[in-house]
């Protein structure tokens, strides 16, 4: 089975206990935020963060951040309030664990702690890159179908699972899209745009690079499918793939590298890190 198919997560914190110090701040900062006339995409613009992280976080299905709380504290005045609660948010950080499936998890623990991730996609938008409506649109229209509650579940898992980009020292990370996948308008025309609006937040992230494949490219070194490679912390690169429920991490060198090669094909016939973000604003009407 596929992690979508099997897995039930819990919201990050509610296997360390710590679900109710992230709710409590949840509610603190959406009160805060509507206090001071904001709305979430305002607030998000002042923070670094997009609205559905802001949401997520009002909810508490995602943590609040040690340096956003900081940064709320003063644009919010909130006169300490939520600076004083970073020790116990630092603390339940070292806790809380997002869960996944037994197969699933020791990929998920290696991409936690990754000094690399790279991700090639050719069908829909990596999950560490999708917003919360384009999350659940994936959910919601795979089959066989899954309840609400378990949809609601695995959309907070997949937000919970994008701080890997946030984290200090931040891994570098790749992503090479095709261009059908920033095309595919999945969940509709609204969620499409703000799906497009978060990758072009997303790869102006100084350890971020997002390189689109256009459609055109006479070639291509990689039609077996979307792969992901990383390399551990002290260990060497692995790779990833998932093709129709069954997943795979690799970890034989010899296929690690064959990936790996055309992986670095690929990102050099894609378009460049600024001629993407171009497309980008193009596809947005900018």
Do not use: C
Request: proline residues 7%; negative net charge.
């Amino acid at each position: 089975m596929t992690e979508d198919a099997e897995r039930k997560p819990e919201t990050p914190a509610e296997e360390a206990g710590t679900t109710g110090l992230f709710t409590a701040l949840g509610k603190m900062l959406k009160r805060l935020r509507e206090r001071a006339g904001l709305t979430q995409k305002e607030f998000g613009v002042m923070v670094g963060y997009g609205p559905d992280a802001i949401s997520a976080m009002e909810r508490g299905v995602r943590i609040t951040r040690p340096e956003l709380l900081e940064k709320a504290d003063e644009i919010l005045d909130a006169g300490g309030l939520l600076k004083d609660a970073i020790p116990e948010v630092e603390e339940a950080m070292k806790k809380a664990r997002t869960r996944h499936p037994e197969w699933y998890r020791g990929y998920a623990n290696m991409e936690a702690t990754a000094v690399e991730l790279h991700y090639y996609a050719n069908q829909g938008v990596p999950g560490i890159l999708q917003t919360e409506d384009y999350a659940r649109a994936v959910f919601s229209r795979r089959r066989p179908l899954l309840d609400e509650e378990t949809i609601e579940k695995r959309v907070a898992d997949r937000l919970a699972r994008q701080q890997v980009l946030e984290r200090w020292p931040p891994p570098m990370s790749g992503f090479v899209l095709e261009e059908v996948v920033l095309q595919r308008p999945m969940g509709g025309p609204d969620v499409h745009r703000e799906q497009l609006q978060q990758m072009l937040r997303i790869s102006h992230m100084r350890n971020v690079e997002i390189q689109v494949m256009p459609t055109s490219q006479t070639q291509h070194p990689n039609m077996d499918g979307a792969f992901n490679l990383l390399t551990p912390k002290g260990h060497s690169p692995v790779a990833y793939t998932e093709v129709q429920g069954h997943p795979r991490l690799i970890t034989d060198a010899d296929e690690v590298r064959k990936i790996a090669d055309r992986y670095g094909i690929m990102r050099a016939m894609a378009l460049t890190p600024l001629e993407s973000q171009t497309l980008i604003k193009k596809m947005l009407g900018e």
